[in-house]
């Protein structure tokens, strides 16, 4: 490894899917790379919904990069958190050290945003995170807990209100799985209350649930949501959200669980690279993804912001994110050989999926469009297919066939009994004594 | 259910092996059940070790009480944590409620304790619950990236120095493990410092490991560990232990990774039951297990301190607070029915397995001495058979089978990011700037 220092070396931010298909395309390339996150592991967010509600462990679908990428010997791990970019001086500031590079790709993606109310975040909490699915999972499990400890009926009825904000693909999955923890997995556990007499209300201020969805998938998502129980109320803007619950429009609806799936912000680290960014914050990267005034700087994933040739937006979804750190790979390599032919970002869009619930999904395939049951097979085996490494996918095999079969989910146990990000009925105005 | 309030009502307060048997055991009887723990799962303690080193996920070993027990009539499952007994007024008040009982069922088992020095609780943590195993973990997989972000070399030794404190079972299984993960599964994945250099040292005061065991068995259970290159010190008295490490007698040993696997202490509920405590805090229950003065109030499990025919005490374990909820059960089925023979508690011993690492482990049974493949065998299969919940049972062999043949285990994720009590090394006094 003596001759390494001289290798042109490439920073990568980020191991989500856009920073580990980079990393993986540059395996064999004479660079040395250095690929931070502030977490030791890649998460495959897909099924992120699925830990947040008690289905799957957090291993399951996390993996720790250094055990992804150890075979790849031009590559160092790093665990930290980048602070700033000083482009002059290709440098970036970590909190514990500080590298400088030739390459530099930020693929730092993108986090819940409150639309300028983040008061809302301590009531409302979205989900981006393992930490953020822990957290709505103790909310979730806590909430039927407190309902049957409660006999005031309308603290139980708010303990038994849940309201999920946004009717995206992480909205409609969030609430149609809460329907069927409701009505299937629960029921026969309480003495007191009925957790069968949980409302699930699903708020989308939009027109229609799934807009990046043909609209009769809209409609017909809609309608598998209401036939596992869930209350749609699309055209509908909140308010307000506080202890006490939600405001939408004029009418407050008492809830003490609310989980937010309506926004995202890009990264922070977008602002500073010099360059325009859109309204959600997203850099606006030149055709091959490169910042226009920094060739040797690279934004890929959600981070983004890429035009199509038709005008509209490369989506924030995984498999544009796989092709953003794919394509870049192939820039640097082309590069390193010194060479420079313009070869522009072509997204292929590899259709869209949502899944609802047991047998419940929609899928869009250029002209092809499915619901219900074919649906859902079609997005069981993609996620299976695509999730990492080969023990995560019998597990989660294992675990779904299961659910299937007993409607039990396998990791409904609620840990940090001590932390405080749960508000507690007595921090709720509206508690009872 | 209007004749329920007539029926005699058991309280049973804790949800482990003592509590949860006690309750099974009562199924059909004609008494009103009510289980309170403070958490809403049971928990296979004997498996805890695996989740705290990374080689099972949390659901793997727990599950909900709930769900469980759901398909007993006569139950009823609360969250809520015991504040007080009053014996005279034959009542418990909870944090958010009251009950009274006719029968008493104290099961809360015991926590870890520090002889006094409750400071060393901060820098090495106890192994009780599975918050307490989710901070070993991302302690131990944090030193390992601080060693490899650190540049002095003395720094990075002590980020690679594990201690182990106690040379008991969960002592013995942690330090196997340690051995394990830095020789085996880590080698690989770093480039700067050398997982492989880690040291792990096993400090015990007494003269043996295992000190339950047979004196034959302690020294090949120490054989075993220090093949896996674990160094034993026994009759070595940990005299201090603070942010730059442990002393051992008079020998300061630099370690950032300390473990707590010494002692435990009993259920602090014990101390409200007027009865004598032995010198753990445990109470000193009468033959059939109840409280002398006190008749429909039994104390189990942990919390127990139960003499033997042969002046021993029955020890800690899993199989004697089954036995003893079982035992208790019977008690309340026979006395509901005015039968109050005296029928005084037998311990049976079903022998003791302790496991070192793959293919490491010692058990006696009776006379029989095993250890190596066939003690570890022995402990798989029992571990395994005895584990709650057949999807469970499935997903550990699948994952053992996994780590046996890849080296990988499959919860290497760190999480809650966030929370401030791991001590970061710029809290710690010896750090660099």
Known sequence: MDDAPTLPHVVILGGGFGGLTAARGLAGASVRITLVDRRNHHLFQPLLYQVATAGLSAPSIAAPLRQILRRQDNLTVLLDEALDVDLQERRVRFAHETLDYDFLVVATGATHAYFGHDAWARWAPGLKTLDDAFAIRRRVLLAFERAERENDPAERRAWLNFVVVG????????????????????????????????????????????????????????????????????????TAIDGAGVCLGEAPLPAYTVLWAAGVAASPLGRQLD???????????????????????????????????????????????????????????????????????????????????????????????????????????????????????????????????????????????????????????????
């Open 167 to 238: 009717g995206g693909p992480t909205g409609v999955e969030l609430a149609g799985t809460l329907a069927e923890i409701a009505r299937h997995t629960l029921p026969r556990e309480f003495r007191r209350s009925n957790p069968h007499s949980a409302r699930v209300v699903l708020v989308e201020a939009g027109p229609r649930l799934l807009a990046a969805f043909d609209p009769v998938l809209s409609a017909k998502a809609q309608r598998q949501l209401e036939r596992l129980g869930v209350e749609v109320r699309t055209g509908t803007a909140v």
């Open 275 to 433: 360059t325009p960014l859109d309204r959600a914050g997203r850099v606006r990267v030149a055709a091959d993804l490169s910042l226009p005034a920094h060739p040797e700087v690279f934004v890929i994933g959600d981070l983004a912001c890429v035009e199509r040739a038709d005008g509209s937006l490369v989506p924030g979804v995984a498999p544009a994110a796989k092709q953003m750190g794919k394509h870049v790979a192939g820039r640097i390599r082309a590069r390193v050989d010194a060479d420079s032919t313009p070869a522009p970002f072509h997204y292929r869009d590899q259709g869209a999926l949502a899944t609802i619930g047991r047998m419940a999904a929609v899928a869009q395939f250029g002209r092809l469009r499915l619901s219900g049951p074919p649906a859902w097979w079609v997005w069981l085996v993609a996620h299976i297919y695509f999730l990492i490494g080969f023990r995560n996918r019998l597990v989660v095999l294992l675990d779904w066939a299961w659910a299937y079969w007993t409607y039990e989910r396998s990791a409904r146990i609620v840990t940090g009994a001590d932390a405080d990000d749960i508000p507690t009925a007595d921090e709720r105005p509206a508690d009872s004594p």
